[in-house]
């Protein structure tokens, strides 16, 4: 089974503090995805990889940088957090090619910013 | 623009049926998903369109019409664990997933 794993499942940052969630995979998928998902709004795209140290803005990357220095990790960074970034943070990744290409979850990390 | 549009919240009996429907507008178009999410947990993939028609895949169906830009999940035998968000997800033209907001079902006894 595909597993996809993020560091934490609850954070709690003080703004201004810089702020890592780590995200790994061990299916050797080539794209990876950062989500933040608020209520009414459901999952937006911050940023995504498609292969190693290659990046992509979404749709909402402001506030945040990602680095993908090995293929099986991708990291999203708030340089200097601020209350509005409290979210659920999803990561997600994928294979290239083949019929379809469902994306396969982390279990999530809650972040408070206060 | 891009958009999708699917109903906030639906309540279910146990054991009946419910159909959750979705419209979208996406710039070009490769597929629809849907995924189901637990409170407090990760989205998973449920089901996959890309021709028109129903794909059926136990309880859950998944039915898809390109020209009206619309797609349902239909949930038979409504179980409590069925309580739950779906997610309506299509794939833009660049293979882009865009996500819903999601439908809450809710399952009664």
């Known amino acids: 089974d595909v597993k996809v794993t993020q560091s934490s499942r609850y954070l709690v940052k003080r703004t201004g503090e810089k702020v890592f969630l780590e995200c790994v995979q061990d299916?050797?998928?080539?794209?990876m995805f950062w989500y933040r998902q608020d209520p009414g709004l459901g999952l937006r795209l911050i940023y995504f990889?498609?292969?190693?140290?290659?990046?992509e803005k979404g749709d909402i990357p402001e506030g945040y940088s990602v680095s993908r220095e090995k293929k099986e990790r991708f990291s999203l960074i708030l340089e200097s957090a601020s209350t509005n970034q409290t979210s659920m943070y999803l990561c997600a990744s994928t294979i290239t090619g083949g019929s379809y290409n469902e994306q396969f979850f982390g279990p999530g990390t809650r972040l408070t910013v206060l | 623009g891009q958009n999708i549009d699917q109903p906030t919240e639906m309540t279910a009996t146990e054991g009946a049926i419910v159909q959750i429907n979705c419209t979208y507008q996406?710039?070009?178009?490769?597929?629809l998903f849907w995924y189901q999410q637990h409170a407090g947990e990760a989205p998973t993939f449920l089901s996959y369109n890309v021709l028109d028609g129903l794909e059926e895949k136990g309880r859950f169906s998944s039915f898809l019409s390109r020209s009206k830009g619309y797609s349902y999940l239909l949930l038979k035998e409504l179980q409590m664990k069925d309580s739950a968000s779906y997610l309506c997800?299509?794939?833009?033209?660049?293979?882009?997933?865009?996500f819903g907001a999601g439908t809450r079902l809710f399952v009664k006894a």
């Open positions: 990889s498609y292969d190693v140290k290659m990046k």
């Open positions: 997800a299509p794939l833009d033209g660049g293979f882009k997933t865009i």
């Open positions: 996406t710039s070009g178009f490769n597929g």
């Open positions: 299916m050797d998928h080539e794209n």
